[in-house]
T-cell receptor, first 114, second 111 residues
Framework: DAGVIQSPRHEVTEMGQEVTLRCKPI?????LFWYRQTMMRGLELLIY????????DSGMPEDRFSAKMPNASFSTLKIQPSEPRDSAVYFC????????????FGEGSRLTVL | EDQVTQSPEALRLQEGESSSLNCSYT??????LFWYRQDPGKGPEFLFT???AGEEKEKERLKATLTKKESFLHITAPKPEDSATYLC????????????FGKGTLLTVNP
């Protein structure tokens, strides 16, 4: 299997622009997670889905962030409008089973907002 | 709210010099504690799951142990390829599947 695939790997944008990050989970995995990583705060869970349904979005910073999972093989995280404080590495991860803690992470999307 | 604190923040070892990394946690009803390894520019890679105090897991030069308040990742005779950031995470009580991560320990093993 190719693993979790994220795009783009790097994104540089101007403040106020819309940013869309994309994720293709591993086939057959029922859980999909979006995490954000910064030096200051470490890895933070933004939202997770189970069978394409959002279960916990309490980590989404504010209304500027939204996430969708229209089908089992695709998810997006959108930031509109973007701000410099959104600069971070965004990871998507998928997991086949609840509770084992074995998440399979993608290589991340590094976002820089100028 | 679940909390995870890892120490030290950074650790530099000589090849062959054994040591331990610490993960202290506060959680309501531990459902699992997990260790991950993260290489620069990569996503975290799963290493171990520990479910209850007294449990131990081993993989090559790494051994993870768990008590009711903390977990240790013991590294025996490390090699330069063990250099990475090691992350600890907990899954607390409740019905959701939220993993809370610590900030990690950056391990550097010099040849």
């Amino acid at each position: 299997d190719a693993g979790v695939i994220q795009s783009p790997r790097h994104e540089v944008t101007e403040m106020g622009q819309e940013v869309t990050l994309r994720c293709k989970p591993i086939s057959g995995h029922d859980y999909l997670f979006w995490y954000r990583q910064t030096m200051m705060r470490g890895l933070e869970l933004l939202i997770y889905f189970n069978n394409n349904v959002p279960i916990d979005d309490s980590g989404m910073p504010e209304d500027r962030f939204s996430a969708k999972m229209p089908n089992a093989s695709f998810s997006t995280l959108k930031i509109q409008p973007s701000e410099p404080r959104d600069s971070a590495v965004y990871f998507c991860a998928s997991s086949p089973f609840r509770g084992t803690g074995e998440l399979f992470f993608g290589e991340g999307s590094r976002l820089t907002v100028l | 709210e679940d909390q995870v604190t890892q120490s030290p923040e950074a650790l530099r070892l000589q090849e062959g010099e054994s040591s331990s990394l610490n993960c202290s946690y506060t959680v309501s009803g531990l459902r699992g504690l997990f260790w991950y390894r993260q290489d620069p520019g990569k996503g975290p890679e799963f290493l171990f799951t520990l479910y209850s105090a007294g449990e131990e897991k081993e993989k090559e030069r790494l051994k993870a142990t768990l008590t009711k308040k903390e977990s240790f990742l013991h590294i025996t005779a490390p090699k330069p390829e063990d250099s990475a950031t090691y992350l600890c995470a907990v899954h607390g009580g409740g019905s959701n599947y939220k993993l809370t991560f610590g900030k990690g320990t950056l391990l550097t093993v010099n040849p």
